[in-house]
């Protein structure tokens, strides 16, 4: 259960996901609406679950909370068609959660829950203050990590630079095939960003800057 919060912009921020993660996601999403519905008051399609996540809470802690997860996750079912030429199971529930917002208590956006931990893999941003650098450093790592290499629109990363397909502006790719954010200082393959560790030696587990 996660919102990977790359950018500010729910709809950014779905865009950014790889293909593998967009069809996970839109089921996590619609779970974390429905669960911010049913113990809010209302009722729902599906049954809580993960109800002490950070996540979950902060989908129902304001409305504005709410709507920003809502339109995160309709526009990661749009990237679905895209990608699928179908529309997913979730969207027509997406569209009538909206009418869930009026159980939410009214509320400005609040600061992103950062759950940017894997115990498994060794990677954990959850030190990192902005949430959005934490997230994108995050799915870097996982990037590097998943067994399969990820794809945005079913192309390969190098692909679809050449085809402008829309994947993130701020990942690159080395000459060893690695994920890199651009601009900023991290291992390689296992975490640790780290702004003061400017001049350590690039390689596995050493940390490079993506100019």
């Known amino acids: ?19 593998k993660r967009v069809v996970k996601m839109i089921l996590e999403t619609t779970q974390l609406l429905c669960t911010a519905v049913n113990l809010s008051g ?20 304001s409305n504005t909370n709410y709507t920003w997860l809502r339109h995160h996750g309709i ?10 030429e179908r529309s997913h199971k979730c969207f027509p529930m997406l569209i009538d959660l909206a009418d869930g917002e009026k159980y ?19 990677i954990n941003y959850k030190h990192i203050e902005n949430t959005v650098d934490a997230y994108r450093l995050y799915l870097v790592s996982r990037w590097n ?3 399969k290499k990820p794809t945005w629109r079913g192309f390969d990363p190098k692909v679809a630079t050449k085809l402008s397909m829309m ?14 954010y651009k ?19 690039a390689g596995v587990n050493n940390y490079v800057t993506a100019e």
């Open 1 to 19: 259960m996660n919102i990977f919060v790359t950018d500010e912009s729910p709809q950014k921020a779905a865009n950014n996901l790889d293909d």
């Open 145 to 147: 990590t998943d067994k």
């Open 167 to 180: 994947y993130p502006e701020w990942l690159t790719i080395d000459n060893n095939g690695l994920f890199l």
């Open 104 to 122: 939410i208590p009214v509320g400005d956006l609040t600061p992103f829950a950062n759950c940017t931990t894997n115990k498994e893999k060794g």
């Open 183 to 201: 601009g900023k200082e991290y291992k390689t393959l296992f975490g640790g960003y780290d702004e003061n560790n400017k001049n350590a030696n």
């Open 75 to 84: 526009q990661l079912c749009n990237r679905y068609t895209e990608i699928y």
């Open 42 to 61: 209302g009722k729902s399609p599906y049954k809580s679950t993960h109800v002490n996540h950070p996540s979950s809470v902060w989908a129902r802690q």
